[in-house]
């Protein structure tokens, strides 16, 4: 039918109509299944609830920024949220995968070998980038609520980082939550 139709934008008309197709949202869904959960088996959230949280937004046209917020800020306490407290919930809240596969899967970096010391091929990925990522996560624990037997991804108040390279053993640094290239950030002081 495409190569039959003598229209001169039957190429943008299929474009469009394969994008506003429910084939097209089910496929996304699929691969960013794959791609952000690494075929790990269900531990707090079923896949089916993932699955329709990540097809909605996809055929909502959710923009990706808004997408990454809801799966970085759900904790699963909402019961409307939480299917995208999957990505957290899943690893158990284990702060060195979810620094791995943060970095690695949002911010376009893989400091994987930054744990344990600077980048070998990267010149500009840091120990410091790693271990300022880290302790945002390092703060935070997967616990079951008592009352709904629900489970919550949940961030106690302290958390600063001290990390040594293996390269360099003798010096060790200290870093509060930081995003890469960024300052610290500045914690509220509570009386």
Partial sequence: ?????????????????????????????????????????????????????????????????????????????DLKARPAAKFFLDRDGEPNVLTKDITRLFLGMNLHCAQCHDHPLVDAYKQDHYYGILAFLNRSYVFTDKTTKVSIYAEKAEGDVTFQSVFVPKVTKNT????????????????
């Fill in 1 to 77: 039918a495409f190569f039959a139709d003598k229209a001169p934008d039957k190429r943008v008309k299929l474009v469009d109509k394969l994008l506003a197709s429910d084939d097209y949202a089910r496929h996304l869904a699929n691969l960013f299944d794959i791609l952000l959960m690494d075929r790990r088996a269900d531990k707090h959230v079923k896949r089916p609830e993932w699955r329709d949280f990540l097809q909605t937004s996809f055929a909502q046209n959710k923009p990706y920024d808004q997408f990454v917020r809801e799966i970085l800020s759900a904790d699963g306490s």
């Fill in 176 to 191: 509060p939550p930081r995003i890469p290239f960024g300052k610290p950030i500045d914690e509220p002081k509570f009386d």
